[in-house]
């Protein structure tokens, strides 16, 4: 079974930059039928897709979230890492992690000084 897992602080200030880690288990995150993925759900509002990395190291980002956004592989640990700069209270959410069809449970970020 696949598991996924997210890590990271739940506290941010703003201007900072987040960094959440994803860790894989139960499949490989160089497995080619896998795309894996970064979303968010701020309070109240509904699902938001950040970004998409494909088994080919392919990556796809919100193009309106692009230039504040990285995504990155570790395939020697088998994790899923996410950067996102600049941040603002705008970027309060849950922050999912998911596998094709996998979601992981989520971790709250919030972000105030």
């Known amino acids: 079974q696949v598991q996924l897992q997210e890590s990271g602080p739940g506290l941010v200030n703003p201007s900072q930059t987040l960094s959440l880690t994803c860790t894989i288990s139960?499949?490989?995150?160089?497995?080619?039928?896998?795309?894996w993925k970064w979303i968010r759900r701020p309070p109240g509002k509904g699902l938001e897709w950040l970004a998409t990395?494909?088994?080919?190291?392919?990556?796809y980002y919100n193009p309106s979230l692009k230039s504040r956004t990285s995504v990155s592989r570790d395939t020697a640990k088998n994790q899923l890492t996410l950067q996102l700069s600049s941040v603002t209270p705008e970027d309060t959410a849950v922050y999912y992690c998911?596998?094709?069809?996998?979601w992981g449970q989520g971790t709250q970020v919030t972000v105030s000084s």
């Open positions: 998911m596998g094709n069809h996998y």
């Open positions: 990395i494909t088994s080919s190291d392919t990556i």
């Open positions: 139960g499949a490989s995150i160089k497995a080619d039928n896998y795309h």
